[in-house]
């Protein structure tokens, strides 16, 4: 096993999963804001320490993406966020993509930047300590307007795959991430459709870059109704559209499927990943990779206490983390999400 093929494995090990917390200055921006918290660089830095800092997270979390600015940062007592990770456990990774941007001639679709001068910033942030890296494309769907296009999905899979592969040369995991939007009125059997298209396409063009799938990490969207179809999915019938999908699609060399959260709840995201997991082993460890889903009750009891008081936001992240855990071995229970009073910590 290479290096980089353990460290894939080590990120989604069983029981275990990935903190999403590398928001864009202007995302993390608009999310303290909505919170009631000002945004400057050292607000976004004492919320991603109150994150990071939460005492047992690594039980249940092998590995933070952080943004540039984080990590670049430091706890209050001067460690490097990267240091801070690796000394208790868990694994830095950076987000690398700089954007999806309008696609050239498609209106509506984008396709993710980032590659020019990525090979120079995938050694620096090495040197920095990162472990593994992000890139996130962005897939939406309006089957009226003829979305996705040919175009959209070639472009953002050639991009994913020479992102991929330029990582794996500078000795960085890439987490592929293709997310089809949950926005849209279109159906679950749409995006099903849809999903598996899109990463078929993606599983050409990292075989054509010659990307090593066992050191890779896949972060896809689950197959769900769009937000705007009416259409109401039982737990189960995401469970079983998103695993038929994903074997339709996915080679068995990639040891994990990190999920994204894309929009559902909390509880719910978790309902969905417990749901997969319990439908029998699969060639591939099926794991999360969330943010808002881990850190929207985390982020509204700090701001509810001013930003000052660590320990609220993290006993809301640890809950939601346990949960998740649990739910990668399909072992998560309704009553755990009311838990007695000072079950909490
Ligand atoms: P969400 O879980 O909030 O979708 O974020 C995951 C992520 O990393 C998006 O790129």
Aim: net charge negative.
């Amino acid at each position: 096993m290479t290096n980089l093929q353990a460290t894939a494995a080590a990120m989604v090990a069983p029981g275990r999963g990935i903190l999403a917390a590398d928001e864009s200055v202007a995302t993390a921006s608009k999310r303290l804001e909505a919170a009631g918290v000002a945004s400057t660089p050292e607000s976004r830095r004492a919320y991603r320490e109150m994150l990071l800092t939460t005492p047992g997270l690594s039980e249940s979390v092998s590995g933070v993406i952080l943004f540039d600015e984080t990590l670049r940062q430091s706890t209050s007592d001067g460690t490097p966020f990267p240091d801070y990770l690796h000394d208790h456990g868990m694994l830095p990774g950076i987000k690398v993509d700089t954007g999806a941007k309008p696609l050239a001639g498609h209106p509506g679709e984008t396709v993710t930047e980032g590659l020019d001068g990525l090979r120079e910033r995938v050694a620096e942030y090495v040197g920095l300590g990162a472990a593994f890296a992000k890139w996130r494309a962005v897939i939406s769907i309006s089957v009226g307007d003829g979305r996705p296009s040919r175009a959209c999905t070639a472009a953002n899979a050639h991009a994913l795959a020479r992102y991929a592969a330029l990582c794996q040369e500078g000795g960085l995991v890439p987490i592929v991430e293709p997310e089809v939007l949950i926005d849209g009125d279109h159906t679950i059997e749409v995006c099903e459709a849809v999903t598996t298209d899109v990463l078929r396409e993606v599983f050409a063009a990292l075989a054509e870059q010659g990307v090593d799938l066992e050191a890779i990490v896949l972060k896809p969207s689950m197959v769900v109704p769009g937000k705007g179809s009416g259409q109401t999915a039982l737990v189960t019938e995401v469970a079983t559209a998103t695993l038929r999908c994903l074997r339709a699609s996915v080679p068995a060399a990639v040891p994990g499927i990190a999920f994204l959260s894309g929009g559902q709840g909390p509880e719910m995201a978790t309902a969905h990943l417990h749901a997969m997991n319990r439908l029998g082993p699969q060639p591939w460890e099926l794991t999360f990779s969330y943010g808002r889903a881990l850190q929207d009750p985390a982020l509204a009891a700090w701001a509810g206490d001013g930003g000052t008081v660590a320990e609220s936001g993290q006993a809301a992240l640890r809950h939601r983390a346990r949960c998740n855990s649990a739910a990668r071995s399909g072992t998560w229970t309704v009553a755990m999400e009311t838990p007695e009073e000072g079950d909490v910590g």
